[in-house]
C-alpha cells in the first residue's frame, strides 16, 4: 500500500513542473514587455531598462530560469509586479476560493450523478430513465456560462432565493457562505453531474449483470445490500475516474465561474496577472493550480486503492 | 491444502424408497415477455430430486438447464413468465411473491456458479461476503459469523482459513475459488445446492478434487443436488438420475446409468457418439448434423427431428415424455437395442 | 530426430522475467502426423504454440521447419516462410476480423503471400469454403452472421489457404458444444489426410488429444514430463503426473479415481529438482535434489522421473 502511493507520488511531479516550465517559456516568449506595461507611456527608455535590470528581464533566458527554479526550492516566488508584494502572500488569498468552489462544485456533481444514474439503472427504460438521460445530454453539450446565466436569473433574479454575485468567506457563517458559493458551484459543476450520471447508469447496468450480483441474490441478501453494497462497490469506480479527471476541468472552468459570478478566486486572478505581464504572479498562480491538481489526484488514487485491493498490488 | 477427505461407504446412504424428496418441478415453463410477444425458452420441464440424491440436468449451450435452474431459485430475469409448479420440501414456493422467495435463498437453496472468479465479488473480502449471508440468513454476530465462515472454509479443504476470510478472490487459485464458492453456497444449512457446471472452468486434476468434495458434502450433510452440465460423462459417475434437455425441452429422464449406457433418445445417443471415448480406437466420431435451432426458431412437433436419422411424419406431432423401457423419453421412435 | 521431420524443436525455453513459461522442451513431428502437447492451465502448452511459430521470441533453443532454424531468422524470411505454417485459435469469436467478409478472410492470407492472381485467390476462396462444408453463399457474409462450430471452419479455411505444410491448433475446439465439436474435429482428421498436413495440437482435453494425435506430449510446469505414441502415452503411462491426469478424467466411475493433491505450482517459484514432486504421490528425497532426466523406456516413449531408475535397478 505504501509503495503503491510512494509511485503515485512520484508520478505526480511530472504533472506539477511540466505545466510549469510551459507557462514559464510561453511568458517569456510571447511579445509584450511587463516593466514597459508598469511604468506607463510615459516612461523613458532608461526607467525602463533600470527596471527590466531589477526584474532580472535583461539576463539571458536560462539565467531566468534558473532563478525561477532557484525560487521555487526555496519557495520565494518574489514580489508581484503589479501588487509589489510577494506573492506567496497573494496566491493564499484566492487560492482558497477556488478550491473551496471547486471541492463543493465536485461534491454536488458526485450527489447529483450517482443519485441520477442509480434512479436511472433501477428503472432502465421507464419514463424516468429516458428523462435523465435527455437531461444528461443536455447538461454535458451546453456551455457552463449559459447555465450560470440561467441559474443567476431563475433563481437570484427572478426568485431572488440567492445574490446575484459577490463571495462571503465560511468564516461570515455557513448560511452566507453558502448562498454565496451554492450557484456557482452548481453552475460549475452541472456538466460533471451529466458525465457522472451516464457514467454511473451504464456501469451500473454493467455490474448488475455480473455473476457475484447473482451470488449475492442466490444467497438471499435483500435486494438494498445487493444494490448498496455489492453493486455500489464496484459501479462507483468508473464515477471516481471521473471525479479524478473532472479535478482539472473544474479548475479550469472555474475562470469563467468567478468571472461571472465576481468571485475573488484564483482563476480571475490569474487572468488579471496574465492581462498585466505579471510574470511572477501568473507562475505563482499555475504551480499553486498544479499543486491542487496534484493532490487531487493522489486523493482519487488512495480512495481507489482502499475500495479496489486488486489496484495495490498491481 | 490438506488431504482429501475420505467420502463415507455408500451404504450410508439409504436406498430411494426412505429419501424425503427435496425438490419437485412440475410442467415447468418459461417465456420472456418481449415487444413481439412471448418467446419461449423452456417447456414443460418435470423432474424431483430426494434427500442425498444428486440428478443431472444435461444438454449443449442454450438448452435451457441455467434458465431452469434460475427459475428454481427464483432469481430469472424480470420479463420471464413462469408458468408449473415448484415444490420445496412440500411446499409449492412457485406462487409465493419475490420478497418471500429470496428469503429461501441461501438459506433453503444454495448456488454453485461456473466461474468462482467472477461469481465472487472482486472487492469485497472473501469474510465479508461470507459473513454478510450468515449474518442476514440466521441472525449471527459479526464474531459467530466469522467463527462459522473459518470453519466453513476449513471444512471445505482450505488451509488458513482465518487468513484467507481476509483475502480478496483475486488471491486464490481457481480450484480454492471453487472451494469458497462452494462453503458460500452450503453456509447456511441449505437443503437443496443447485450447482451450474461447477466444474468446467477448471483442470481435470482439480475438476476431480472439485467433485469429491462436492460428493462429500452431499453425503454428510444429505444435500439434494441439481448438477447442471455439459458432460455426460461426468454426469455417470456422480449424479444417480440425470435429465437430458433439448431446445427447451426434457427429452430424456431416468437413472444416469441407464442413460449413459443405453439411452432411448436418439439426441442423447448422439451426445454420447459425439465424444471422443478413452480406448475406443475410432478414426471418426459420429456427430449429430447440423446445429442447435435458436430460440424462437423451434421446430413444430419434435424439436429434434430436423437432426434425427429417426425422423418420420410422425415427427412433426409433439411427443409427451413417456416411459419407454427404463427410462422416460420425449420421442415417437426410442432406441430399441437396450439390453 | 528423424529425417523426414517437418518440424523438430531442441531445448526451447521462453522466460517471461522471472516467470519460467517453458523450460527445455524438445520434440519433432514427422511429415503429415499430428504431435500433441497436453497439460492443465499453466502447463506452457499454449507458450509453446507460439514459440514454434515464433510468434513469441524463445529464450533459447533452436526450431527447425522444413530445414531451417526458425529462431535465427530475420524478420523478413521469417515472414515468407509464415506461408507454411498456419494458426488455428481456441476462441473463433475472437480470431477472425469482424469487418471483413468471409471472401476478404479467405484471401487476405494469399494475398500476403502473394499467391496466385486475384481469380485463382477467389477461386482457392471458394474451393475451400467448400472442403470445410459451408455454402458458397456463405463468401459475402461477416462472421457474426455464423455460429461458434461455423467460424472455426472459416478459421480452418483461412489456415489452408496458403497451403501451409504445419497448421499449429490452439484448444481449436474447447469453446464448442460437444455435439459441433465432434463435427469439427473430423473435418480436422478428413482435411489433414487430404492436405497432408502436420499438426501440432494443444489441447487440455485427452479425450480430444487421444483421438487427434498420433503422437503426444504430456506438459507439465513448462516441461514435458512424458512423451510417447498415442497408444503408449494412454495404455501403459509412466510418469506419476500422466497417469494422475488419465485418473482424473471423467467417465472412469467415481469410486477408482485417484486423487493429486494441490495445485499445478506458480511458473515463478518451480520447486527444485523434479517440478511435479509436491504433488507427486511417489515423492522421495532424491525428486528434492535431483531433476531427473527424460529417459528413454522403449517403444518410442519417453518420460522423465527417478521411479523408472529404480525399477530398472529392481
Not at chain 1, 201 to 212: A, G, I, T
Not at chain 2, 82 to 93: H, K, R
Not at chain 2, 304 to 323: I, K
Not at chain 3, 106 to 124: F, N
Request: hydrophobic content about 45%; glycine content about 8%; aromatic content about 6%.
Amino acid at each position: 500500500m505504501l509503495r503503491y502511493l510512494g509511485k503515485r507520488f512520484l508520478l505526480i511531479l511530472p504533472t506539477i513542473f511540466v505545466p510549469l516550465i510551459l507557462v514559464f517559456l510561453l511568458l517569456r516568449l510571447s511579445p509584450g514587455d511587463p516593466a514597459g506595461m508598469m511604468l506607463g507611456d510615459q516612461a523613458t527608455a532608461e526607467q525602463i531598462a533600470a527596471l527590466r535590470n531589477q526584474l532580472g528581464l535583461d539576463q539571458p533566458i536560462w539565467v531566468q530560469f534558473l532563478f525561477w527554479i532557484r525560487g521555487i526550492v526555496t519557495l520565494d516566488l518574489g514580489n508581484s509586479i503589479f501588487f509589489r508584494e510577494p506573492v506567496m502572500q497573494i496566491i493564499p488569498r484566492y487560492a482558497g476560493v477556488t478550491i473551496l468552489l471547486a471541492v463543493v462544485a465536485l461534491a454536488l456533481a458526485v450527489l447529483i450523478g450517482v443519485t441520477l444514474g442509480l434512479i436511472s439503472a433501477m428503472n432502465r427504460n421507464k419514463p424516468i430513465d429516458r428523462g435523465v438521460v435527455t437531461a444528461a445530454v443536455l447538461g454535458i453539450s451546453l456551455p457552463e456560462f449559459w447555465f450560470a446565466l440561467l441559474l443567476i436569473f431563475v433563481f437570484a433574479v427572478t426568485l431572488r432565493w440567492f445574490p446575484v454575485a459577490g463571495y462571503n468567506p465560511p468564516t461570515a457563517g455557513l448560511i452566507a457562505f453558502g448562498a454565496t458559493i451554492f450557484l456557482p458551484a452548481l453552475a460549475l459543476g452541472v456538466r460533471q453531474s451529466a458525465l457522472m450520471t451516464r457514467m454511473m447508469r451504464s456501469s451500473m447496468l454493467d455490474v448488475l449483470n455480473e455473476p457475484y450480483i447473482t451470488t449475492a441474490r442466490a444467497q438471499g441478501l435483500p435486494e438494498s445490500t445487493v444494490i448498496g453494497r455489492y453493486a455500489m462497490r464496484t459501479a462507483a469506480m468508473p464515477v471516481i475516474t471521473v471525479a479524478g479527471l473532472s479535478a482539472g476541468y473544474l479548475l479550469g472552468g472555474a475562470v469563467t465561474i468567478e468571472i461571472i459570478f465576481a468571485l475573488p478566486g484564483l482563476g480571475r486572478m490569474l487572468v488579471e496577472a496574465v492581462g498585466r505581464r505579471d510574470y511572477p504572479l501568473v507562475e505563482g498562480g499555475v504551480l499553486a493550480i498544479s499543486l491542487v491538481l496534484a493532490v487531487l489526484n493522489l486523493v482519487i488514487d488512495l480512495i481507489y486503492a482502499i475500495l479496489d485491493p486488486r489496484i495495490r498490488y498491481q | 491444502m490438506t488431504a482429501h477427505i475420505t467420502p463415507l461407504p455408500a451404504e450410508t446412504v439409504s436406498p430411494g424408497a426412505a429419501r424425503k424428496t427435496v425438490l419437485e418441478v412440475e410442467n415447468l415453463s418459461l417465456a420472456f415477455r418481449n415487444a413481439d410477444g412471448l418467446l419461449p425458452i423452456v417447456t414443460d420441464v418435470s423432474f424431483a430430486i430426494a434427500e442425498g440424491e444428486a440428478v443431472a440436468l444435461v444438454g449443449e449451450s442454450g438448452c435451457g438447464k441455467s434458465i431452469t435452474a434460475s427459475a428454481i431459485m427464483g432469481i430469472a430475469p424480470d420479463n420471464a413468465e413462469i408458468a408449473g409448479n415448484i415444490t420445496l420440501n412440500g411446499t409449492v414456493i412457485s406462487a409465493l411473491p419475490p420478497k418471500d422467495r429470496r428469503r429461501l435463498c441461501g438459506r433453503h437453496m444454495g448456488f454453485i456458479f461456473q466461474e468462482p472468479m467472477t461469481a465472487l465479488h472482486p472487492t469485497l473480502s472473501i469474510g465479508r461476503q461470507m459473513t454478510d449471508t450468515l449474518r442476514h440468513n440466521l441472525g449471527l454476530s459479526h464474531k459467530d459469523a466469522t467463527d462459522r465462515a473459518a470453519e466453513l472454509l476449513d471444512r471445505v479443504g482450505i488451509p488458513r482459513a482465518r487468513d484467507i476470510l481476509r483475502g480478496y478472490v483475486h488471491e486464490l487459485s481457481g480450484g480454492m475459488r471453487q472451494r469458497v464458492m462452494i462453503a458460500l453456497a452450503i453456509s447456511c444449512g441449505p437443503s437443496l445446492i443447485i450447482a451450474d457446471e461447477p466444474t468446467t472452468a477448471l483442470d481435470v486434476t482439480i475438476q476431480a478434487q472439485v467433485l469429491d468434495l462436492l460428493e462429500d458434502m452431499r453425503r454428510e450433510l444429505n444435500l439434494a443436488m441439481l448438477f447442471i452440465t455439459h458432460d455426460l460423462e461426468v454426469v455417470g459417475d456422480f449424479c444417480e438420475k440425470a435429465v437430458v434437455m433439448y431446445a427447451g425441452d426434457v427429452v430424456e429422464r431416468g437413472f444416469s446409468a441407464d442413460i449413459v449406457r443405453s439411452p432411448a433418445h436418439p439426441y442423447a445417443r448422439g451426445l454420447i457418439d459425439a465424444v471422443p471415448a478413452h480406448d475406443d480406437g475410432r478414426t471418426r466420431l459420429t456427430p449429430i448434423l447440423g446445429t442447435v435451432p435458436p430460440v424462437g426458431q423451434w421446430p413444430e412437433g419434435c424439436r429434434f427431428a430436423p437432426r434425427c436419422g429417426r425422423a418420420d411424419a410422425q415427427c412433426r406431432t409433439r411427443p409427451s415424455l413417456e416411459r419407454h423401457g427404463v427410462t422416460d423419453a420425449r420421442c415417437w421412435h426410442p432406441l430399441e437395442d437396450r439390453p | 530426430m528423424t529425417e523426414q521431420s517437418i518440424l523438430s524443436v531442441t531445448g526451447l525455453s521462453k522466460s517471461f522475467r522471472a516467470v519460467k513459461a517453458v523450460r527445455d522442451v524438445s520434440f519433432s513431428i514427422p511429415r503429415g502426423k499430428t504431435f500433441g502437447l497436453v497439460g492443465e492451465s499453466g502447463s506452457g502448452k499454449s507458450t509453446t504454440a507460439r514459440l514454434v511459430l515464433r510468434l513469441v521470441e524463445p529464450t533459447t533453443g533452436s526450431i527447425s521447419f522444413r530445414g531451417r532454424d526458425l529462431a535465427e531468422l530475420a524478420p523478413r524470411a521469417l515472414r515468407a516462410e509464415r506461408r507454411h505454417m498456419q494458426m488455428i485459435f481456441q476462441d473463433p469469436f475472437g480470431s477472425l476480423n469482424p469487418r471483413m467478409s468471409v471472401r476478404e478472410t479467405l484471401v487476405e492470407p494469399q494475398l500476403v503471400h502473394d499467391i496466385g492472381t486475384p481469380s485463382d485467390r477467389l477461386r482457392t476462396a471458394e474451393r475451400l469454403l467448400a472442403e470445410v462444408s459451408l455454402p458458397r453463399a456463405a463468401l459475402d457474409r461477416f462472421p457474426h452472421e455464423f455460429s461458434g462450430g461455423q467460424r472455426q471452419r472459416i478459421a480452418i479455411a483461412r489456415a489452408l489457404a496458403t497451403n501451409p505444410e504445419l497448421i499449429v491448433a490452439d484448444e481449436p475446439v474447447s469453446a464448442l458444444d460437444v455435439s459441433v465439436q465432434a463435427q469439427v474435429l473430423n473435418l480436422m482428421r478428413d482435411l489433414q489426410d487430404r492436405h497432408g498436413t502436420t499438426m501440432l495440437f494443444i489441447s487440455h482435453d485427452l479425450r480430444v488429444v487421444q483421438f487427434m494425435c498420433d503422437e503426444i506430449g504430456v506438459m507439465y510446469l513448462g516441461e514435458i514430463v512424458e512423451q510417447g505414441p498415442r497408444d503408449r502415452i494412454y495404455g501403459a503411462p509412466a510418469h506419476p503426473y500422466t497417469q494422475a491426469l488419465l485418473a482424473s478424467a471423467p467417465g472412469k466411475g467415481s469410486g477408482q479415481r485417484a486423487r493429486l493433491k494441490g495445485e499445478i505450482p506458480s511458473a515463478h517459484a518451480v520447486p527444485s529438482g523434479c517440478a511435479f514432486r509436491t504433488r507427486c504421490p511417489h515423492a522421495f528425497d532424491r525428486c528434492v535434489n535431483e531433476k531427473p532426466a527424460m529417459r528413454d523406456i522403449g517403444g518410442g516413449q519417453k518420460a522423465a522421473c527417478h521411479l523408472l531408475d529404480k525399477a530398472e535397478a529392481a
